[in-house]
């Protein structure tokens, strides 16, 4: 059974249910909705405008925030003129003067300022709520320890401002409905926090609260009321921009249907509404919008992936950003499987096969390597097996958004803003030892490791290191040797593994990348000279296309 995925690593399909070959699905007639566009020219300066959404909607919530706290100010102010004593205190008045001021100071600074970087942002968001939340804990506090003694009764008044609060960050700051409930329950803990702090501090409160709990069973049902609504919408207002996102357009393209789902961002299955022709469309993840590393390395992507010729390598057509600053690229669609769906539901392949298509891989990547670049994920999950003009068993290597020049970097492109110091990047079960030790500088002898190890899970169904422990994965690249395929592949499955084959795998996967090959020509090179080399030919692969592709229809009617 043969399922079609768009070009890109990181599409997620149920596993249970491959997508199974089929007619293009139609596109909505009421595909009306448009985004303006701007292409990109040279270096757009992704990472400066990925969080301008971000600091626009942190200046309007300051703003909005500040302003209620000066209309409440004015109002506590009049209030405690009025009284015959000050309940509240100077202090309090001073830290509610503060909060005020810091709030509208940081809405007008975020006004003015260009472009202010995302660690800024981030402690801005902090104070902006923060600031808030403590004031309104300590005005809990002391409406709860004066209202209880002097007129025995637990007062509602600060509930409101909870509750703007909490709804002002669901509206105003674009995060992840997950993002949000963990706010909004840090938020709520505070007048939980202020009511157990006046009981325990004021034996009157504690008894007036123990013998009538109505207040407080009130106050924390208002709270998780408050919560509950704002979580789901958010939750549903991300859900109906997902669907709606179906019916848009980006420019030229219009999207039929979203097909897969990563990381990174999203993929639609698309068509050029002029030339009419099928294309995968990338857009990034609105969760991902106010991060200006993951904005960098999505076009780090887009401009690595895009000097690739190769026909077994993806092609990228066209990328842009829409006028909401939504970062996207239009890449080929291919129809097929990964070699890790293959290898799945079809187990391990014959040597001749994987020999067929390593080769092609090489292609891929000595033309990679001979323009500096290191892919840096090689994986099952991104090298795709399709049929392609007529030609069977075609590979194309997917996903750059890993890749780094050997040398030198990008041209305007910081790669040391886009890799945070020390951390992994690549897949644990095809990481090659230099890259496990957490090096930067791993060049393309890393790709030939990922490579060999790619080539034991075809041959054996399995990655030359496997565990449900992350750690204990990395470890076995740094110090355990690899074994010969031949010695795990299962000898039902026929078709022997050479002795040269087992050598160029090992080769491969040797823990010093002075010790494998020192570049991908010469690994095909190798390859070419196996028993195995002449065991798979495009008269054996259409063969077995056309038969997967029958016995499925048959199925099917």
């Not at 123990?210 to 106050?219: A, G, K």
């Not at 057509?317 to 129809?335: H, K």
Request: proline share 5%.
């Amino acid at each position: 059974m043969i399922s079609p995925v768009a070009g890109h690593e990181d599409l997620t399909l149920d596993a249970d249910s491959p997508l199974a070959i089929q007619s293009r699905p139609e596109f909505p007639e009421n595909s009306k909705d448009r985004f303006g566009i701007e292409l990109l020219e040279g270096d757009s300066g992704a990472s400066q405008q990925s969080d301008l959404l971000l600091q626009t909607r942190l200046r309007a919530a300051a703003l909005a925030i500040g302003f209620g706290f000066t209309i409440f100010s004015l109002w506590t102010l009049f209030r405690e003129l009025a009284s015959e004593e000050l309940h509240l205190g100077y202090a309090f008045m001073l830290f509610e003067l503060a909060t005020t001021i810091t709030l509208i100071g940081i809405g007008v600074w975020l006004g003015k300022v260009q472009a202010a970087t995302m660690q800024c942002l981030w402690w801005c968001e902090l104070v902006i709520f923060g600031m808030p939340t403590l004031f309104l804990a300590t005005l809990h506090y002391q409406e709860v320890i004066y209202m209880a003694p002097s007129f025995d009764l637990i007062p509602q008044m600060p509930m409101p401002g909870w509750i703007i609060l909490i709804f002002a960050y669901a509206l105003f700051v674009p995060r992840s409905w997950f993002r949000v409930l963990i706010v909004v329950v840090g938020i709520s803990i505070f007048p939980l926090l202020a009511t157990a702090l006046a009981m325990v501090m004021h034996v009157n409160v504690r008894d007036l609260i123990l013998h009538d709990r109505s207040s407080t069973v009130e106050m924390v049902l208002s709270l998780l009321a408050t919560g509950f609504t704002a979580v789901s919408s958010v939750h549903m207002i991300s859900q109906l921009r997902d669907r709606a996102d179906i019916a848009k357009e980006l420019g030229r393209y219009r999207l039929k249907q979203k097909i897969g789902s990563g990381g990174m961002g999203d993929v639609y299955l698309a068509e050029h509404r002029l030339m009419k022709r099928p294309c995968a469309i990338k857009v990034i993840r609105q969760e991902k919008a106010g991060d200006p590393r993951a904005i960098a390395r999505f076009e780090r992507e887009v401009r690595a992936t895009s000097r690739l010729n190769h026909w077994n390598s993806i092609s990228i057509f066209d990328y842009g950003r829409t006028t909401d600053g939504t970062f996207f690229y239009v890449m080929e669609y291919v129809t097929g499987l990964s070699v890790q769906e293959l290898v799945k539901h079809r187990g391990a392949m014959s040597p001749g096969r994987v020999v067929y298509l390593l080769k092609q891989a090489c292609n891929a990547l000595s033309e990679a390597h001979q323009i500096q670049l290191v892919h840096r994920d090689i994986k099952p999950a991104n090298l795709m097996v399709t049929e392609l003009g007529g030609a069977f068993d075609v590979i194309k290597l997917l996903d750059f958004g890993l890749a780094k020049p050997i040398m030198d970097s990008l041209q305007n492109t910081d790669d040391s803003e886009l890799t945070v110091a020390g951390s992994l990047t690549g897949s644990p079960l095809y990481m090659s030892p230099e890259q496990a030790m957490g090096e930067t500088q791993a060049d393309h002898r890393s790709d030939i490791y990922a490579l060999g190890g790619v080539a034991f899970f075809m041959l054996t169904g399995r990655p030359p290191f496997e565990s449900t422990a992350t750690m204990k994965v990395l470890l076995s690249h740094l110090n355990e040797p690899a074994v010969a395929p031949s010695t795990v592949r299962n000898p039902t499955t026929g078709h022997k593994i050479s002795p040269q084959l087992d050598a160029i795998v090992l080769k491969c996967l040797a823990k010093s990348p002075e010790d494998r090959f020192q570049s991908t020509r010469e690994l095909a090179e190798a390859l070419n000279q196996t028993p195995e080399a002449s065991q798979w030919t495009d008269r054996l692969a259409e063969h077995w296309w056309t038969c997967n592709c029958s016995q499925y229809q048959s199925e099917n009617g």
